[in-house]
C-alpha cells in the first residue's frame, strides 16, 4: 500500500537542512578518521617492519598531512557553527 501525505514547505526545507547537517558532520568525522590512520601509520611504518630504518621524508608528511586533517575535521565538526 502506498501512503501519499502532504507537507508543507517549510518541513520540507527543515528536513534538508537537517541531511546537510549530518552529511557536514559525517564529512568532519571522515576527516578526522582519515587523519588518525594517516598519522598513526606514519609513526608504526617503522615497527610494523614496512619502511626503511629511520624517521624518512615521507613519514614526515603523512604525519603533518595526518594532523592537519584531524585539525581541519574538529574545526569542521565541532568549531565552526553553520548559519
Given at each position: ?51 626503511t630504518e ?25 568549531v565552526?557553527?553553520?548559519?
Open positions: 500500500m502506498l501512503w501519499v501525505t502532504s507537507e508543507s514547505s517549510e518541513g520540507a526545507r527543515q528536513r534538508e537542512g537537517e541531511g546537510e547537517h549530518m552529511s557536514q558532520k559525517q564529512l568532519a568525522y571522515g576527516l578526522i578518521v582519515v587523519g588518525v590512520v594517516l598519522a598513526l601509520a606514519s609513526l608504526l611504518v617503522d615497527v610494523i617492519g614496512v619502511g629511520g624517521f624518512g621524508i615521507a613519514q614526515i608528511v603523512g604525519l603533518i598531512l595526518g594532523i592537519v586533517l584531524v585539525g581541519v575535521g574538529v574545526y569542521r565538526g565541532f565552526r557553527q553553520s548559519p
